[in-house]
């Protein structure tokens, strides 16, 4: 019996870390998923035509912010309010392609992604609420541009 209750101990501490240490491991996946299907439905195919952050993403955020390649620590710093020591690091190592979102919540970096998938985000250093991360896709010098939709008012 005890060894029965040590590995069930030890299993529920495993699934603990893992859901503390990464509240959304696939989002880098489910962000590019949404963004193809973005595409398809400007295209002419199924969907509205507008990717809502807040449906992608599987943990709760208040503020999304979008650095990219180059982006200085002091830049990241001032955007978000408070001193991210990972920020300068993750945009330092950023390609041309590559764009970082970082997610807030009451002022702590909840949640961070590298997105080198389809199309780029436009960089954001101002924060988008989660009611107001609302992309449309453009193109843009002959590339694929996931805007907030608040950038064409």
């Not at 993750?90 to 002022?107: A, G, P, Q, R």
């Not at 998938?117 to 590339?143: M, T, Y």
């Amino acid at each position: 019996m005890s060894t029965l209750r040590s590995v069930f101990t030890i299993a529920a501490l495993c699934l603990l870390l893992t859901a503390c240490g990464n509240p959304q491991p696939s989002l880098e996946k489910d962000l590019d998923t949404a963004v193809k299907q973005l595409e398809r439905s400007v295209d002419g195919g199924q969907g509205n035509g507008i990717l809502r952050m807040n449906y992608v993403t599987r943990f709760s955020w208040d503020q999304l912010y979008i650095f990219g390649p180059g982006t200085t620590a002091k830049e990241i710093d001032q955007a978000l309010g408070f001193q991210w020591k990972k920020g300068e690091k993750l945009t330092s190592k950023l390609e041309k392609n590559e764009d970082l979102l970082v997610f807030t919540k009451e002022d702590k970096v909840i949640h961070y992604v590298n997105y080198s998938g389809h199309g780029n985000f436009a960089e954001r250093i101002k924060p988008l609420r989660d009611d107001q991360a609302v992309f449309q896709r453009v193109e843009e010098k002959g590339k694929t541009v996931i805007r907030p939709v608040t950038s064409f008012e």
